[in-house]
């Protein structure tokens, strides 16, 4: 019988969670599968594939427009949804909650409807050095269109934001602040609450790209103070195609709607339509209706878990990676940022990334290898690219311990 | 030169049929392969001499030489460097006509696809383009 403090102490057991995600089991090349390419996207648990394939076989029909039975079924679990991730980023209502097709989309989202309406000559937009193409180039685009100046906040060695520069940068012309909360390169977690808090002492409204963050890190949009929110549902043991944008009601109602078609509008006739309210207005045509059913499921997965035990263990994986890593010669640590989640990146002063990313996957680890969406910090670090392993609640210190052993072993095996 | 083009095809099918299909065997015998390609001189590794498609750096140049085609080349990345220099041991010092009308069997034989995953197998696609793009200037240019 285990004692009770034994008990306490397991109460987060990753082999039982593991267990749920049918993905993991499985041999590569000869080896038992080692996730670790969880920033770009994880696996997904049987309660999320289950309900997909249980949504086709039970509920499917078009939403918000049959008074049938199943419309109104199938209505009732996507909107469904919207709750689930109302409460999940503690977002005041449902209608803040915009269904997209992923973090991209709701960047662009936001880009071509608030940044197309609000931005003018000489305004300034500011991002940082460390962010995805993703939180770039919809930006760089409608800057040059609208004669706006894209400012962008410097990084240390280290990886760490420069706040001193970002304030030196905030200005009356500052109008949007676009910036990561955890970077998928270098796994650092910005300040980003400190972050917002002077840009709205400037008058700037801001986005957070929290693509990374929202799978390691409880999100509270209203205790951020955050203006938009973006996240997509792969990068949260949720499917693909799915994504939110969250935004403060008085701005999506001020924002113009973005594609037209069936679903945002209110009335049409050929002289004039319209809109439908929030937040209908920016859903037009049919959605992706089966994977944000499903997406709710990979929602309740995650808040089923006890989300502080996740954290530490995920923590301990890194920082055992890491620490790992700093041991064998000719490897080098990219992002040792102080607060730092789910992300190791390294690189070999003797093997190329693609190489090693070839020799771990021979020995069934998959990681990721090359620039990560973020060729502009990697000419600021001056490096073309990285190794990135990446951590999700189901990966284990074994797998950890296996993936360094075969890292020390390539790098001896090389030297030869 | 005294083997064929497809003599030498046929020995790189065999020296991976004997790797049994084992990946990092395979991985790292293609890695040893790039270590016996002749060093490519640095004044050669300019932007000119890049082949575009391969995600990795790939610098190939040649020349021309009693009615044959002469491959140099380098890779910053071993996988790719072994890759290049499979091509080069089947078609160094062949005459253009030769390596125009080769059939490039063997890497479908290998299953190159499965080994090297689709992304370096359209580099692998672009290395073949260049070489025999090369292979198709000597032919206009000299008349052959
Ligand atoms: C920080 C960050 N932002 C944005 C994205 C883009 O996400 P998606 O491709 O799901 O739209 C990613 C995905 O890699 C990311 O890591």
């Given at each position: 019988m285990p004692t009770l403090t034994a008990v306490?102490?397991?109460?987060?057991?990753?082999?039982?969670?593991r267990a749920k995600f049918p993905a993991l089991h499985q041999q590569v090349n000869g080896h038992p599968l080692v996730y670790f390419d969880n920033a770009a996207t994880s696996q997904k648990p049987e309660e999320v594939i289950d309900a997909l394939s249980h949504f086709y076989k039970n509920d499917n029909a078009n939403i918000h427009r049959g008074i049938h039975t199943l419309a109104e079924r199938a209505t009732a679990e996507y909107e469904k949804t919207r709750k689930a991730v109302q409460s999940f980023i503690y977002a005041g209502e449902p209608e803040e909650i915009i269904f997209t097709s992923g973090t991209t989309g709701s960047i662009n989202l936001v880009v071509q409807t608030y940044g197309r309406k609000f931005l003018k000559e000489d305004d300034e937009v500011i991002i940082s050095a460390m962010e995805h193409h993703s939180n770039i180039v919809p930006w760089q685009m409608i800057c040059e269109e609208k004669g706006a100046k894209l400012k962008v906040i410097p990084v240390t060695k280290r990886g760490e934001l420069i706040l001193e520069e970002y304030k030196k940068l905030l200005s009356s012309k500052t109008k949007i602040v676009s910036i990561v909360y955890v970077s998928n390169t270098l796994g650092t977690i910005n300040p980003v609450k400190e972050i917002i808090d002077m840009a709205h002492h400037a008058g700037a409204k801001v986005l957070v790209d929290a693509a990374q963050a929202i799978i390691h890190i409880p999100i509270n949009v209203q205790d951020l103070d955050c203006?938009?929110?973006?996240?997509?549902g792969h990068k949260v043991y949720g499917p693909s195609g799915t994504g939110v944008l969250y935004g403060k009601r008085e701005?999506?109602?001020?924002?113009?709607?973005?594609?037209g078609g069936g679903e945002m509008i209110k009335e049409v006739t050929f002289e004039k339509t319209t809109y439908n309210e929030l937040p209908y207005k920016f859903e037009a045509g049919t959605p992706n209706i089966a994977d944000v059913v499903t997406m709710k499921y990979a929602i309740d997965f995650v808040e089923g878990l006890d989300r502080e035990a996740v954290a530490a263990h995920e923590h301990h994986l890194l920082?055992?990676?890491?620490?790992?890593l700093a041991e064998i010669e000719g490897i080098r640590l990219i992002g040792t940022a102080k607060?730092?989640?789910?992300?190791?990146?390294?690189i070999s002063d003797r093997i190329h990334h693609f190489d090693m990313g070839m020799m771990l996957d021979a020995r069934g680890?998959?990681?990721?290898?090359?620039?990560?969406?973020?060729?502009?910090?990697?000419?600021?670090?001056?490096i073309e690219g990285t190794n990135r392993a990446s951590f999700a609640v189901y990966n284990t210190e074994e797998e950890v311990d296996y993936f360094l052993g075969t890292v020390r072993e390539i790098v001896q095996k090389k030297k030869k | 030169m005294n083997q064929t083009i497809n003599e030498i095809q046929n020995e790189v099918v065999d020296e991976f049929s004997m790797l049994g299909g084992d990946m990092e065997s395979t991985?790292?015998?293609?890695?040893?392969?790039?270590?016996?390609?002749?060093?490519?001189?640095?004044r050669y590794k300019v932007k000119e001499n890049l082949v575009k498609g391969c995600q990795s750096k790939v610098w190939l140049s040649t020349y021309f030489k009693d009615g044959k085609v002469f491959f140099l080349a380098d890779s910053n990345t071993d996988v790719t460097k072994g890759l290049i220099s499979m091509l080069i041991r089947i078609w160094n010092g062949r005459t253009p006509k030769e390596i125009l009308g080769t059939d490039l069997y063997f890497i479908d034989k290998i299953g190159m696809q499965r080994v090297v995953g689709s992304?370096?197998?359209?580099?692998?696609?672009s290395m073949i383009r260049q070489m025999k793009l090369y292979a198709l200037g000597y032919q206009q240019q000299h008349a052959l």
């Open positions: 306490k102490k397991n109460k987060f057991d990753v082999l039982s969670v203006d938009f929110l973006a996240f997509s701005l999506l109602e001020a924002m113009p709607p973005w594609q920082q055992k990676t890491m620490e790992g607060h730092k989640t789910g992300v190791a990146s390294f680890i998959a990681i990721r290898t090359g620039h990560h969406c973020t060729e502009p910090l990697m000419n600021v670090l001056g | 991985v790292f015998y293609i890695m040893e392969l790039g270590n016996h390609l002749p060093p490519m001189d640095e992304q370096r197998s359209n580099g692998f696609a």
